[in-house]
């Protein structure tokens, strides 16, 4: 059995390492690994990367991310990635990484992932050139999260980690004219073109628990605005079933997905 536990928008600065070190020691008592979904940092600043290393440093539970849309404010991305696997986090950036445990191969399929909105709002490469330019870069994160898959596609159970949502229906209490900022359905066609067995985002924070893409992958947001505390599920061998798994798993703690006060950092996704 592999327990996993996610968290997202965690936005490391000075004066949140006592809230970090409750996230931390909370995923190391529940579970087995732990995926956080973006925002590391909090203004994308090499000091606060620094911070969250040291605070990592005090446990040992093994941490795949996805860097988020704060973690590049400042230019400082590549430096904030390093710094962060210096002190043993696994930064996934159209990489794919399989966890095995106890008889279960839990493939983990990560990439950033970008805006564009969601269909039939989405933005298309039609018009300018600078339009088609921003559809581009939408592409390309859709493609790193395909090579990310395709490199763990024999594992028993695929889980897409994004920062950007692939879904509309985690957006909870977002305006819709922050979609567009928020997500993308070209990230949610990854997951079904790999038939995975669930997506987790982050970022938008006044979004909802649980939502899934439009051919029925389940999608969490795990943006600490929302859970507070990292997420837990479960993952039995896939032997033990007489089917194969396909429905939502199994959430070990419950978490209510309502909007609650910022507690990990500023108001902006």
Not at 35 to 58: K, N
Not at 232 to 244: R, S
């Amino acid at each position: 059995m592999v327990r996993l536990a996610a968290i997202g928008d965690i936005h490391a600065r000075a004066g949140a390492e006592e809230t970090l070190r409750g996230v931390f020691q909370r995923a190391q008592a529940e579970a087995d690994l732990l995926l956080i979904a973006g925002d590391l940092t909090d203004a994308g600043l090499e000091e606060d990367a620094r911070r969250l290393g040291r605070v990592i440093d005090e446990f040992d539970i093994p941490i795949f991310a996805v860097l988020g849309n704060h973690d590049f404010h400042q230019g400082q991305q590549n430096a904030i990635r390093r710094i962060v696997e210096k002190h043993g986090v696994h930064i996934l950036d159209g990489e794919g990484v399989v966890f095995e445990q106890d008889g279960v191969r839990l493939g983990i399929a990560g990439a950033v992932g970008f805006g564009g909105g969601f269909r039939p709002y989405n933005l298309t490469p039609f018009g300018e050139g600078e339009w088609k330019q921003l559809y581009g870069k939408i592409v390309e994160e859709t493609r790193k999260l395909d090579r990310a898959f395709a490199a763990v596609s024999g594992a028993d159970y695929l889980v897409g980690l994004t920062h950007y949502a692939p879904t509309p229906e985690t957006m909870g209490e977002e305006p819709e004219q922050l979609f567009p900022y928020l997500g993308s359905s070209e990230l949610g066609d990854a997951l079904e073109r790999f038939n995975a067995f669930m997506g987790i985002h982050g970022h938008a924070h006044r979004g909802r628990l649980e939502g899934c893409t439009a051919n029925g992958v389940p999608v969490f947001n795990v943006a600490m605005p929302i859970v507070d505390c990292p997420v837990v599920w479960e993952f039995k061998p896939a032997a033990e079933y007489q089917q194969p798994p396909s429905a939502t798993p199994r959430l070990l703690r419950e978490v209510e997905a309502e909007s609650q006060p910022v507690s990990a950092g500023s108001e902006r996704a």
